[in-house]
Structures are given as C-alpha cells and as structure tokens.
C-alpha cells in the first residue's frame, strides 16, 4: 500500500485531510469493492469520488469514517496506479560547458 505522504501527492489532499488510524480490515475491502464497481466512470472519477467522499465526511466531523476512506483511497490508489494526479513535469535546468 502507498504511504500517507504519496497518497496526498496523488490525490492533492492536504495532509491535515488525511485522518490516520483506522487499521485496514476486511470492512475497507468491501467499501473498496464498492468504489471498483464505479470504474466504468474512470479511475480518476473514482478517485475524485473518494477524495470528496473522505472531505464530505471531514466537514461533518465525522472522523473515524473519513479516516476508513483513508484506508480505501491508499489501497485503491494501489491497486489503479492510472487514478493517481499526474506529474508536473519539471523543466531541468540547461547546462551550459
């Protein structure tokens, strides 16, 4: 599974978004499944879903299912690395001799 710090990178979560603590269990595994049977819409509108799913749920307060989704989102980003934000693509300075 992606780490905290590369799921935010791909999904432009802050990291004060992303609630820690739930430990991954056969419960993510279904919610996972629910997500992966919207797939037909895209990987990247699955993880878009997530990502407001898990801020939806932060502005209700309710922690412990936003920090679920954390778990759902780190294995779905796992298992559909296409989902993830691209790359900038960074220009390299020129080098001149």
Not at 11 to 37: C, D, F, K, Q
Request: with cysteine.
């Amino acid at each position: 599974m992606i780490t905290v710090e590369q799921c935010a990178e791909f999904t432009g979560l802050a990291l004060n978004e992303m609630v820690l603590g739930a430990i991954p269990s056969t419960r993510h595994r279904v919610l996972l499944s629910s997500y992966v049977l919207k797939l037909w819409r895209g990987p990247k509108t699955v993880r878009k879903m997530i990502v407001a799913a898990i801020r939806a749920r932060l502005d209700l307060g309710m922690v412990k299912e936003s920090a679920d989704l954390v778990v759902v989102l780190r294995q779905f980003l796992s298992d559909y690395p296409e989902a993830r934000l691209e790359q900038k693509l960074r220009e390299s300075p020129v080098r001149k001799s």
